[in-house]
């Protein structure tokens, strides 16, 4: 089973859209507890627009592996451009 998290609604509609078995976590990180992904073998923090996902499943990827990067709505071309500074 496959775990993706976000907390922007918009990314987390685009990913149940292009990753409809997966499971789509629409939270803040802060509030997710090891008990609700400790029994997924792929998990991909802050997944965005499914890149990790996507390229996974591109490489034949079948390990367990789980991914993760930082917020990037503030540093984004298509967020809100405060950059770096932003929160």
């Known amino acids: 089973m496959i775990l993706q998290t976000d907390l922007d609604p918009k990314c987390c509609a685009l990913l149940r ?3 409809p078995r997966d499971v ?3 939270k ?3 509030e997710i507890k090891p008990e609700e992904v400790s029994k997924y073998q792929e998990v991909h923090w802050f997944a965005g627009i499914g890149g990790f996902s996507l390229g996974l ?3 034949g990827w079948d390990l367990p592996i ?3 990067g930082f917020p990037c709505q503030d540093i984004s ?3 809100t451009g405060k950059g770096l ?3």
């Open 17 to 19: 859209e292009r990753f």
């Open 24 to 26: 789509i976590l629409e």
């Open 28 to 30: 803040d990180i802060r």
């Open 57 to 59: 499943c591109w490489a």
């Open 66 to 68: 789980w991914t993760g």
């Open 77 to 79: 071309c298509a967020g």
């Open 85 to 87: 500074s932003g929160k």
